[in-house]
């Protein structure tokens, strides 16, 4: 690959920036949709006040559209896939996702953690570490099942990183909510060191993949 061909791939950087405009997006999405949850003409008024005006410009066109009946043919059903870019080189299939370790130890640890605040009493799951632990936790494997399911070609590789970080930093925060829980007395003994410890675990094998990954970037290796 070329240094031009290089000039033209985001790095896990400019993802980052990408992904925080979308952040305030959503946040900005969220609270209208608060504001005009109940109101008639909510989709308009969202639409409108956030800026999107090729939605207001399609919609009539939309609404006009014959309806299309579902086509069992798999190779007509499989089509959506070459239009939307997403066939080929650097996309994961199913199993090779499923598969990837990383996704996995956070996945097994999002599942482990969610059952231990399923067997807390009833009155305890509502007390804010218990929430930050479960949803960190949960966070922790969906970024890093959004990152390798991007896939680990030069071009996704930026945005695999991106996601992986944000993956890796939702790990310390479900870490630092066990030593909050531990503080009011949730949680102590053995069940804390072993929940310490798996997610220990999930974090530094998250930090290993973004190390591997950026490894592959500096190098250009798809």
Not at 80 to 93: D, H, N, Q, T
Not at 121 to 133: G, K, L
Not at 138 to 160: H, P, Q, R, V, Y
Request: proline share 2%.
């Amino acid at each position: 690959m070329s240094m031009a061909d290089r000039d033209d791939i985001w790095d896990e950087f400019q993802w980052e920036e990408f992904m925080k405009e979308q952040d305030k997006k959503v946040d900005r999405y969220m609270e209208l949709f608060y504001r005009y949850q109940n109101h008639p003409n909510r989709d308009e008024l969202i639409a409108r006040e956030m800026g999107w005006t090729w939605l207001l410009e399609q919609a009539e066109h939309f609404m006009d559209l014959p309806n299309v009946e579902e086509d069992d043919d798999e190779k007509e059903g499989e089509e959506w896939k070459a239009s939307a870019g997403i066939e080929g080189e650097g996309f994961l299939e199913m199993d090779d996702f499923e598969h990837q370790p990383v996704y996995l130890k956070s996945k097994e640890f999002a599942l482990r953690a969610y059952r231990f605040v399923d067997d807390l009493p009833e009155s305890v799951r509502e007390d804010s570490a218990v929430v930050d632990f479960i949803a960190n936790a949960m966070i922790a494997s969906a970024k890093i099942a959004g990152g390798t399911g991007m896939g680990d070609g030069m071009e996704e590789l930026g945005a695999n990183i991106a996601y992986c970080k944000r993956g890796l930093a939702a790990s310390n925060l479900a870490i630092a909510a066990l030593h909050e829980m531990k503080e009011k007395r949730i949680i102590g003994g053995l069940a804390y060191f072993d929940l310490v410890r798996e997610a220990a675990e999930v974090r530094n094998t998250i930090a290993i993949y973004i190390l591997d990954l950026r490894e592959k970037f500096r190098l250009g290796i798809p």
